[in-house]
């Protein structure tokens, strides 16, 4: 196994000494020094100030154009906020050092006539399993603090050379959440290195018994973070999604989340889970964020490092805009599949699903936005496998092997694609790193964890990384191709093309992130976006006199393969017709 130093480095230039447990404290400290030292580093702007709160990008381009904001100052104010407010939110890994001398760059470009794109000179943040050169690209884990990876990924690249600024590096639940199942499942936006993440619409820990780790009160969502886009630290992040991880942050921060088609944008550069259903996608306040983020994260060329990215084509100039269509719900056909995601279903003899009252007040209303916005809203329009009476032949019963009771001998219920892929796509992409990896294999990560368990590398334990890294790539891969035709019967030809063809639908239409599970599984695309918000009541109950802010809930549409266009447009066209976006209040 190779020798890799102590987790110190970043909490050392923050002023800390490494004491043997995780200094997530000091790391927090070390960003919000690292903000405010970038933001002091130079002279002040003599622009009038341009309020990012909510800001869209086209705003901000519109401001730059004018004249009447400049690069280099919508950086400040961005790095204004994030030294103001990240220690009420733990939202970023690190700060790129470099951000305003990037700015003034692009503000030096733009004076000469030279503007890149619709994102010149806007800052935008990246999932901490993203590659950047510039800035370290650690998963969140205690192994990997400080890491510069040797190459860029293609998104990254292809979103600096459209002119973004990568301000900083979003946090991240460890390694995508593929670390620690149950039976000690890791929260939500939890890693090793930076800790929990707090979910800006109610900034507060979890005060119940068993569960006052630390953790939030309010659910920030899947293992991607919108939190710091929702609190406007940047115009908008890219998140990554193997079953969700896009989409359920959206929701959960009232965030416009697109998870593009398996490949429309290149994986190559992302630390993977299963390369079978990962896919990078922005996460933005608005649709419009939203489609100009896609467009420059999707390359105009097949990558020759993904093959798979000549899958779809892409748009004109990589430009989604001409698809914001307000009228785009006009004439459209809409399915509500009311089976398992509206009301409850029953298989096998067990009752799965449904929505409480709330939820199911609100989704009446969304539905009646349809209607009004001149959609033809087919209701019922039920998925196949979502209302097969036959456990065998259901979606909703047949589970991810994602926990500790189901290793090998104990997983004939359940598909094995996730820890399969984590075995042979994590190893692969260990190797692409060369000599600089601080680990070679799966294997080596997890003895290192466990050699370093005294400084909080594996908090919750490392359930999924085992069970994943006891699959053999070779002998494993006939089970693991059997249990993938087995999720595309199920999720693809009796699932969202079956409903789509029988029902001539554009969409299919759910309530708030339920919809991620199947559209990624199918590798289909899924937008959500928000819409209202539904108490937050857990089981067991928050004690007496914790007076729970509500959550934010949203709706999604699916579509077939490469349908991204058509989405946009309806997405767009029911945003526009409802404008529920709504910032956080304690983050003015």
Not at 474 to 487: G, H, T, V, Y
Request: charged share 20%.
């Amino acid at each position: 196994m190779k020798s890799v130093p102590g987790p110190n480095n970043r909490a050392m230039q923050a002023g800390f000494r490494w004491g043997g447990v995780p200094p997530v404290g000091c790391l927090r400290a070390s960003v919000l020094l690292a903000a405010i030292s970038v933001a002091c580093g130079g002279p002040a702007s003599e622009t009038a100030p341009f309020d990012v709160v909510e800001a869209t990008i086209p705003e901000m381009r519109a401001a730059m154009e004018s004249g009447q904001l400049t690069s280099r100052q919508l950086v400040m104010e961005h790095l204004a906020r994030i030294a103001r407010y990240e220690w009420q939110l733990n939202a970023a890994v690190s700060i790129n050092p470099n951000a305003l001398a990037e700015a003034e760059a692009l503000d030096a470009e733009r004076a000469a006539g030279d503007v890149r794109g619709p994102l010149h000179g806007i800052p935008v943040a990246l999932k901490d399993n993203i590659h950047t050169t510039h800035i370290p690209t650690t998963g969140g884990s205690l192994a990997f603090e400080g890491y510069l990876p040797p190459y860029e990924a293609t998104l990254t690249t292809n979103l600096r050379e459209a002119g973004a600024i990568i301000i900083a590096k979003a946090g991240l639940t460890e390694f995508a959440n593929f670390m620690a199942g149950p039976p000690n499942q890791m929260p939500g936006n939890y890693n090793a290195l930076t800790g929990y993440g707090l979910n800006p619409y109610d900034p507060r820990r979890d005060p119940r018994e068993d569960r006052n780790d630390g953790r939030p009160a309010l659910t920030t969502g899947g293992s991607s973070s919108g939190i710091g886009t929702a609190a406007s630290f940047w115009s908008a992040n890219v998140g990554t999604d193997t079953g969700g991880s896009i989409i359920s942050p959206s929701n959960a921060n009232m965030l416009v989340g697109i998870r593009p088609t398996i490949a429309r944008v290149s994986r190559w550069g992302v630390a993977p889970v299963t390369l079978d259903h990962d896919m990078a996608g922005p996460m933005a306040r608005t649709v419009t964020d939203a489609a100009i983020m896609l467009g420059a994260m999707e390359g105009t060329e097949p990558d020759p490092n993904d093959a798979a990215t000549a899958r779809c084509e892409a748009p004109p100039g990589r430009d989604y805009t001409p698809f914001l269509n307000a009228g785009g719900l006009e004439g459209a056909r809409i399915g509500i599949p009311r089976a398992f995601y509206y009301e409850p279903v029953e298989v096998g003899g067990e009752t799965i699903g449904g929505l409480n009252e709330e939820a199911a007040a609100l989704m009446s209303e969304a539905i009646a936005v349809l209607e009004a916005a001149g959609a033809v809203v087919v209701d019922p329009a039920e998925i196949p496998s979502f209302v097969d009476p036959d456990p065998g032949a259901n979606f909703n019963t047949w589970p991810l092997c994602i926990g500790g009771h189901q290793a090998k001998g104990s997983d004939e219920g359940c598909s094995v694609n996730f820890k399969y892929g984590m075995k042979r796509d994590f190893d692969a992409w260990l190797e692409s790193l060369g000599p600089s990896a601080p680990v070679g294999t799966l294997t080596e990560l997890r003895e290192w964890n466990l050699a370093h368990r005294d400084a909080g590398s594996m908090k919750y334990e490392q359930s999924r990384y085992d069970i994943s890294d006891e699959m053999d790539v070779e002998a494993d891969r006939a089970r693991n191709a059997a249990d993938m035709a087995k999720d595309s019967l199920l999720s693809q030809m009796r699932g969202i093309d079956a409903v789509l063809e029988e029902y001539d639908l554009d969409a299919i239409f759910t309530p708030g992130s339920r919809g991620a599970a199947l559209a990624a599984r199918a590798q289909y695309p899924h937008i959500v976006v928000p819409f209202g918000f539904v108490p937050n009541a857990p089981t067991p109950p928050f004690p007496e006199g914790f007076d729970a802010r509500p959550a934010p809930f949203g709706i999604g549409f699916t579509g077939a393969a490469c349908s991204e266009p058509r989405l946009i447009e309806l997405a767009y066209a029911f945003e526009q017709a409802t404008l529920r976006r709504v910032p956080p209040e304690s983050f003015p």
